[in-house]
Nanobody
Framework: QVQLVESGGGLVQPGGSLRLSCAAS????????MGWYRQAPGKQRELVAG???????NYADSVKGRFTMSRDNVENTVYLTMNSLKPEDTAVYYC?????????????WGQGTQVTVSS
């Protein structure tokens, strides 16, 4: 049984910062890549940032220069540091992992954490 548990969301003023965490646990053999997605009300879920097993990162154009994704391979944890937050960053943020557990590589999702940027 694999679980992805996110934390760190909340309410922040425009221009503020938050750091999200996502910890993967369970019978994990290997992690191929992990990512952060977000979904705002009435919009489709979109990729915010991703990181491969080799450490390469990619970001959505809307967050480049403001968000940074990092990882702790020992703890199977990834982080999303969000700076200069804008109201349009308001969304539920989901952690995703492509990993191999007791079977073939497949996608897993966390439960989501709410980020609200408002004054």
């Amino acid at each position: 049984q694999v679980q992805l548990v996110e934390s760190g969301g909340g309410l922040v003023q425009p221009g503020g910062s938050l750091r999200l965490s996502c910890a993967a646990s369970g019978s994990i053999f290997s992690i191929v890549k992990m990512g952060w997605y977000r979904q705002a009300p009435g919009k489709q879920r979109e990729l915010v940032a991703g990181i491969t097993s080799g450490g390469s990162t990619n970001y959505a154009d809307s967050v480049k220069g403001r968000f940074t994704m990092s990882r702790d391979n020992v703890e199977n944890t990834v982080y999303l540091t969000m700076n200069s937050l804008k109201p349009e960053d308001t969304a539920v943020y989901y952690c995703n992992a492509f990993l191999q557990a007791l079977g073939p590589v497949r996608s897993y999702w966390g439960q989501g954490t709410q980020v609200t940027v408002s004054s």
